[in-house]
């Protein structure tokens, strides 16, 4: 930990048991967006001295609710946070991201190759995208659950189940998300924030109504 109590790269690979190919996986990856944050609007000057804190220790925490599960897609994925982590740190898995944005697509393909990951960007908007086998959906700071839930509802009835990060509203979001669909949740609170949590949702369909 920083002497603020954040995750530092170097404290990551006790805290959350990452090889060092893992780490050196993750570092390509933070040299690649170093190289692109000045071009393309990835992550705010503020958020860069925590790079290491709020985004890539936010996606190692997830690594454990994955299980056994190795075929993800990630939603939005904006600057590559979590998809690109789960990628460095996923064995024997594939991630697919999914993203709307022309430059922010090409950061990703360029973090991809760069970092040797076992994934792939389709430039698409959500809706469109054909469902493909995947056993894990996830998401960051995308919407709301009721909308998440919506967007990535193709694969949560295929059999998926969703791993998202959430914030301090959840319990909001999830009174309003349970008037439209019938879920199985679990929340587990966050080690990067105080106020954040971690949802997972199965068994999801929607309602009749």
């Known amino acids: 930990m920083s002497q603020s109590g954040g995750f530092t790269r170097d404290s990551l690979a006790g805290a959350f048991d990452v090889s060092r190919e893992t780490l050196a996986r993750l570092d390509a990856i933070i040299a690649e967006l170093d190289a692109w944050r000045g071009k393309v609007n990835l992550v705010g000057p503020r958020e860069w001295p925590m790079i290491w804190h709020r985004h890539v220790a936010d996606g190692l925490q997830l690594m ?48 991809i190759q760069a970092a040797h990951l076992p994934a792939r960007v389709e430039q698409a908007r959500i809706e469109s995208v054909d469902v493909e086998d995947v ?48 879920f199985t949740a679990e929340v ?14 199965s068994e999801v369909r929607k309602r009749d109504v």
């Open 64 to 111: 454990p609710l994955l299980g056994s599960a190795r075929r993800v897609v990630d939603l939005g994925s904006g600057a590559g946070f979590p998809g690109l982590v789960i990628a460095a740190a996923l064995e024997d898995g594939h991630v697919t991201m999914i993203e709307s944005v022309g430059k922010k697509c090409a950061f990703l393909r360029a973090a």
């Open 188 to 201: 587990i609170p966050s080690r990067t924030s105080p106020t954040g949590q971690i949802l997972t949702v």
């Open 135 to 182: 056993e894990v959906v996830t998401a960051r700071a995308l919407a709301p659950l009721p909308k998440l839930l919506e967007l990535s509802a193709k694969w949560l009835e295929a059999g998926a189940f969703g791993v998202f990060p959430k914030g301090e509203n959840l319990d909001e979001e999830l009174t309003a998300a349970r008037q439209r669909w019938t």
